[in-house]
Structures are given as C-alpha cells and as structure tokens.
Antibody
Framework: EVQLVESGGGLVQPGGSLRLSCAAS????????MNWVRQAPGKGLEWVSY????????YYADSVKGRFTISRDNAKNSLYLQMNSLRDEDTAVYYC???????????WGQGTMVTVSS | EIVLTQSPATLSLSPGERATLSCRAS??????LAWYQQKPGQAPRLLIY???NRATGIPARFSGSGSGTDFTLTISSLEPEDFAVYYC?????????FGQGTKVEIK
C-alpha cells in the first residue's frame, strides 16, 4: 500500500524551531518529487515547499522562504521540513504530498499539527 | 505568482442537484489544473488532474473542463458524501498554488 506518514508536530513558542518528518512506504520514494502543504485552522490549503527526486531542485512559498528548509533522505525513504523562526501564523496541519500516478498530488499523508504559541 | 480565484465561496444545494464550481487563474495555466475534495478532519483527495482527467476511483459524476484561465468542476448529481470543500490547484509551475476553496453544503 502506498503510504505517507508525517510526524514531528507539536507545540512550540514563537521564534522556536521544529523538524517535521514524512515516512514513505509502498513505492519507490527516490523516483518521485515531494511537497509540503499546510492548512491553518479553519482555512484553505497552502502549498509550502517542493523538492525534486534527487534534491537538485527546491522551491518555497514566499511566506516561508528563508525560515524553512526542505530535504530528503532517499536511503531512508523520508522527507523532512526544518522550520525555524516560527511565527503564530505558521500554526497549521502540515501534510506531505506527492504526484505519484498523475502530475497532481494523488498521495497525501494524514497530516501533523504544528501549534506556535506562547 | 499565479492566483486562483474560486467561486462561489459557498454553494447550497440538495442531494440529486447539479453542482457547478468555478476556478479562474490570474494567468494561463494551460491544462495544468487539478481539483481536490476535502472533508473535515481528512487530508484532501485528488478528484481531477490536467483539467479533465478523473483520478483513480473517482465516480463518473465528477467532471472537469476548461483550459487557460477558466475551469469548471461539475458534479452531475450530488450524493450525500459529496458535501465537502473543493479546492483547485495549478500545476503549471512548481509553486503549486491553491484556490481558496468552495464549500458545497446541504440546502
């Protein structure tokens, strides 16, 4: 079964850091680009970051550029999001997602909640 | 940055009725437009990719159309499980921006 499982969310103070992980299984992780998407409470979806299969191409949304770093370890079938200088507005459910059978996000994890609050 | 504008924000319909959702892009995205359905507490689910192709397992009552800047998601006859929030997303560049969503609610 193709599956993505996020972990690492939690409560962090403004200005703090957190590292999210996404474990992939059931497919050849190293062949697929990956993304992070977030959703603030009661709000819509916001694309956060993209990384190509070989890590050679990386993009960020303007809202997180310079604060978040996406990375992957193909040997461990894992995707990461290092989040620094966290702000209240970063509070959201964070999903990892990938274009697996199509060129859209056809596989998603269940999400991990990040709460930034003092 | 490509901005996607969805309308209406909320659609109030009864089961069995036809739903028509719109997504307009601020510049051409060719046919690189996807539609997702999201229910409370769940991850989004891909419905339509490349503007008009149904994803695996998606019922035929869901259809997508359009190209360039104007796109439509149509649900031909609403089933009880179709009441949810729907998002469009452009994939013409790797900044996969989403629209703000349309909520389809029971009238």
């Amino acid at each position: 079964e193709v599956q993505l499982v996020e972990s690492g969310g939690g409560l962090v103070q403004p200005g703090g850091s957190l590292r999210l992980s996404c474990a992939a299984s059931g497919f050849t992780f190293s062949s697929y680009s990956m993304n992070w998407v977030r959703q603030a409470p009661g709000k819509g979806l916001e694309w956060v970051s993209y990384i190509s299969s070989s890590s050679s191409t990386i993009y960020y949304a303007d809202s997180v550029k310079g604060r978040f770093t996406i990375s992957r370890d193909n040997a461990k079938n894992s995707l990461y999001l290092q989040m620094n200088s966290l702000r209240d507005e970063d509070t959201a459910v964070y999903y990892c997602a990938s274009a697996y059978n199509t060129d859209a996000f056809d596989i998603w994890g269940q999400g991990t909640m990040v709460t930034v609050s003092s | 940055e490509i901005v996607l504008t969805q309308s209406p924000a909320t659609l109030s319909l009864s089961p069995g009725e036809r739903a028509t959702l719109s997504c307009r892009a601020s510049q051409s995205v060719s046919s690189y437009l996807a539609w997702y359905q999201q229910k409370p507490g769940q991850a989004p689910r891909l419905l339509i990719y490349d503007a008009s192709n149904r994803a695996t397992g998606i019922p035929a009552r869901f259809s997508g159309s359009g190209s360039g800047t104007d796109f439509t998601l149509t649900i031909s006859s609403l089933e009880p499980e179709d009441f949810a929030v729907y998002y469009c997303q452009q994939r013409s560049n790797w900044l996969g921006t989403f629209g703000q969503g349309t909520k389809v609610e029971i009238k």
